[in-house]
């Protein structure tokens, strides 16, 4: 069964950094597309960004210049660089990936908070 593990959420002030981590493990399908997604109160789950496996990016508006996607298709993991984060950005945030059958797989998600 394939697991998909999220790390690296946590409180931190509006203009700071954090960097979310996601391993999969227990995976014996060659994974297409890593990417994060975010999910506020009251609000539906949305696309932050994502990677393929070639390395092209996709970000949404509300984060391009301040969010970095990478991946290591060797370790198959994902990290996502939040760099002046705003009080808006405050959501739980989910890895995902998307093997070439076009399942998806999710982790629980990881709670970031940006105070202001």
């Known amino acids: 069964q394939v697991q998909v593990v999220e790390s690296g959420g946590g409180l931190v002030q509006a203009g700071g950094s954090l960097r979310l981590s996601c391993a999969v493990s227990r995976n014996t399908f060659a994974i297409n597309v890593m990417g994060w997604y975010r999910q506020a109160p009251g609000k539906q789950r949305a696309l932050v960004a994502s990677i393929s496996r070639g390395g092209n990016t996709n970000y949404a508006d509300p984060v391009l210049c301040r969010f970095t996607i990478s991946r290591d298709n060797a370790k198959n993991t994902v990290d996502l660089q939040m760099n002046s984060l705003k009080p808006e950005d405050t959501a739980v945030y989910y890895c995902?990936?998307?093997?070439?059958?076009?399942?998806?797989?999710w982790g629980q998600g990881t709670q970031v908070t940006v105070s202001s």
């Open positions: 995902n990936i998307r093997i070439f059958t076009g399942t998806n797989f």
